[in-house]
């Protein structure tokens, strides 16, 4: 069963190499907004660009719920014929899930290849997954995704199998390829078992120091701040899902040792088969004893962004655990948001009540940084410096710190 999530990956032709054109549809639908579904329509866009597609249009459409067989509209459904027709695009990606059975009866109308959200996120994902437990993890959410959907997407599950000791009922051959993806779901969590305690003797193994961990929305820049706070080298770049394996580095500010880890970050509807598969690499978190949770405060919905991070933090049971929120990117917001007439004074006044507000909200010390322009560094280094010497203070009280 190969896997046809081969976006942004056209025939190619000798050393030629194009983009594959998309066009991307989306539902107004309940008590949305149009202002919401375009940012979601924003945030797809985003992500079909990391996975190698060029956006060409977008088709919204509001309705009570989506069509059954089509997601959207009859009307509607044409109309992206007509556009998909003229402008030869390659495919179509839904910014919702689709069935087995939508996927099919969509796909036979317009002729083109249909991506829905989950699909583009799993494609991204394969992409970027470099060690053997994110392929893994990958892999096993591809599977989960993939068993559901096998009777709308395959058109052969009518024939029997015959011949020499297949008499009696026979077995669909739509049964014999679930049970093939069970079986190999079975294998790659028994695989991924073995992987989590080779990774559960490594933190072991990692003594006694503070664990802080970075954690954030995709993009929000853990990994340029990674970088800076560890000296290292973490891959970082400007898509979403850069970092999938989460990467540990020794850090030692002023002699006192810790550890800093950088993870996945989290996306609004996440596809349930990647934090059901990537649960291991989130065990980081779970067992951190400080959270940086990085903000992209450049965002016009970073807020949308916090209530997403802190939603999955509760889900994973840390949310109580002592967190600085850290706000990134205040040179692209001042850029971004504040009118060339303000003055210092008014600027700093308006950076300190949201700053004053956020902390109410949730409780949480919280600082304004520009990782890329290290600006504010310094005092974030002394926020955590404190926090981390709390933590040993309370874990080893009778132990005296020599840094």
């Known amino acids: 069963m190969a896997n046809e999530w081969n976006i942004g990956e056209k025939a190619k032709k000798g050393l030629r ?38 956006t ?37 990606i839904f910014d919702d899930d689709l069935s087995g059975k939508q996927v099919h009866i969509i796909e036979e109308e317009l002729k083109v290849k249909i991506v829905d959200r989950s699909s583009l996120i799993l494609d991204i994902f394969a992409a970027r997954a470099q060690t053997a437990q994110a392929q893994t993890q990958v892999e096993l ?7 559901p959907r096998l009777r709308g997407l395959w058109d052969h599950l009518e024939r029997q199998r015959g011949g020499i000791g297949m008499r009696g009922p026979g077995e669909q051959e739509i049964e014999t390829d679930r049970r093939i993806v069970r079986d190999k779901i079975s294998l790659l969590k028994k695989k991924l078992e073995k992987i989590d305690k080779q990774n559960f003797t490594q933190r072991k193994n990692r003594g006694n120091l503070i664990r802080v961990s970075l954690v954030g929305y995709t993009n929000a820049g853990k990994s340029t701040l990674m970088n800076l706070l560890s000296k290292s080298d973490v891959f970082a770049e400007d898509k979403l899902f850069a970092t999938l394996d989460t990467t540990v580095r020794k850090v030692v500010f002023e002699r006192m040792p810790f550890l800093l880890s950088d993870t996945v970050g989290f996306i609004r509807k996440l596809p349930h088969h990647l934090i059901e598969s990537f649960k291991s690499t989130l065990d980081e978190v779970r067992e951190s004893d400080i959270l940086l ?32 929120i850290v706000f990134n990117k205040i040179d692209k917001y001042r ?44 005092l974030l280094r002394e926020k955590m410096k ?10 080893y009280p009778y132990q005296t710190k020599y840094w």
Not at 304 to 310: A, F, Q
Not at 350 to 361: G, K, S, W
Not at 366 to 375: M, S
């Open 141 to 147: 959410a591809q599977l989960l995704y993939l068993l």
């Open 386 to 395: 404190n926090m981390i010497e709390a933590q040993y203070n309370e874990r």
């Open 17 to 54: 190499k194009e983009k594959e054109t998309a066009v991307l549809v989306g539902l107004v639908t309940g008590i949305g907004s149009p202002e919401q579904t375009e940012e979601y329509l924003d945030e797809l866009q985003f992500l079909a660009e990391t996975a190698g597609a060029e």
């Open 56 to 92: 060409k249009k977008r088709f919204v459409q509001r309705l009570p719920h989506p069509d059954v067989r089509t997601f959207v509209g009859k009307g509607k459904l044409e109309e992206i014929k007509q556009y998909v027709e003229d402008k030869k695009i390659d495919l179509v």
């Open 293 to 324: 949770h990085i903000v992209d405060m450049a965002h016009p919905f970073f807020e949308d962004h916090m209530k997403t991070v802190e939603k999955t933090l509760l889900e994973l049971g840390t949310s109580e655990k002592p967190t600085l």
């Open 335 to 378: 850029k971004d948001f504040f009118d060339d007439l303000l003055d210092e004074e008014n600027k700093a006044l308006i950076l300190q009540a949201l700053e004053d507000r956020m902390r109410n909200e949730y409780q949480k010390d919280t600082i304004f940084i520009a990782a890329k322009t290290k600006e504010n560094i310094a």
